[in-house]
């Protein structure tokens, strides 16, 4: 019984760590504080590791996707930060 509650709690944790992380990335691309390429790698990292991370991830890409095309297809910039 105590190993179910144990693997029922690192599950919670684990998920409510990757959608830290996705927020994150999610927040960091919109500022320009991180490049679009590299919030896209970090995604990409995070969507190998099950596939609902996948499926969770493939909504902050949307995001990114739609962020390049606003920013003209730039993705190595970051507006947000001081040159």
């Known amino acids: 019984m105590a ?3 144990y693997e029922k709690e690192m599950r919670r944790r ?4 990757e959608g830290a992380l996705l927020f994150l990335v999610d927040r ?3 500022r320009g504080v991180i490049s679009l390429n590299e919030g896209e790698e970090l995604l990409v990292m995070l969507s190998k590791s ?3 991370s996948a499926a969770r991830v493939s909504s ?3 995001n990114l996707d739609r962020l390049r095309r606003l920013r003209r297809g730039d993705g190595e910039t970051t507006p947000g930060t001081p040159s």
């Open 50 to 52: 099950c596939d609902m």
């Open 14 to 17: 684990a998920l409510a760590a």
């Open 60 to 62: 902050a890409r949307t």
């Open 3 to 5: 190993e179910k509650t």
């Open 28 to 30: 960091l691309a919109t």
